[in-house]
């Protein structure tokens, strides 16, 4: 069974910078593909980047493109999330999921995912 937790979340001001990880364990994190989304109240939950099994492509959003970085170290089976120069449109609770598969990308309603950790950018 795939268990995923989610830290670095936090309260920063904007343009500040913050760096999200996520520590999986339980089965081979490289069979994986893995991905980071968010969820705004009031808003579906949206995919802000993915990376492939092996961290050689990449997906992001438009909105973050430029600003924030995925990477993985299966080494230490865990997954990142560099996020600069934040905006207050980025508050959410950030998740990140696991799914069998060897494409970059998969749906919010696919894999395995962690509690989330809160991101909350002021203006």
């Known amino acids: 069974q795939v268990h995923l937790v989610e830290s670095g979340g936090g309260l920063v001001r904007a343009g500040d910078s913050l760096s999200l990880s996520c520590q999986f364990s339980?089965?081979?994190?490289?069979?994986?593909?893995m991905g980071w989304f968010r969820q705004a109240p009031w808003k579906e939950r949206e995919s802000v980047a993915s990376i492939n099994w092996s961290g050689t492509s990449t997906y992001y959003s438009d909105s973050v493109k430029g600003r924030f970085t995925i990477s993985r170290d299966n080494s230490k089976n865990t997954g990142y999330l560099q996020m600069n120069s934040l905006k207050p449109e980025d508050t959410a609770v950030y998740y990140c999921a696991v799914h069998a598969t060897i494409a970059v990308t998969f749906r919010a309603t696919q894999g395995s995912w962690g509690r989330g950790t809160q991101v909350t950018v002021s203006p």
């Open positions: 339980g089965r081979s994190f490289s069979g994986y593909a």
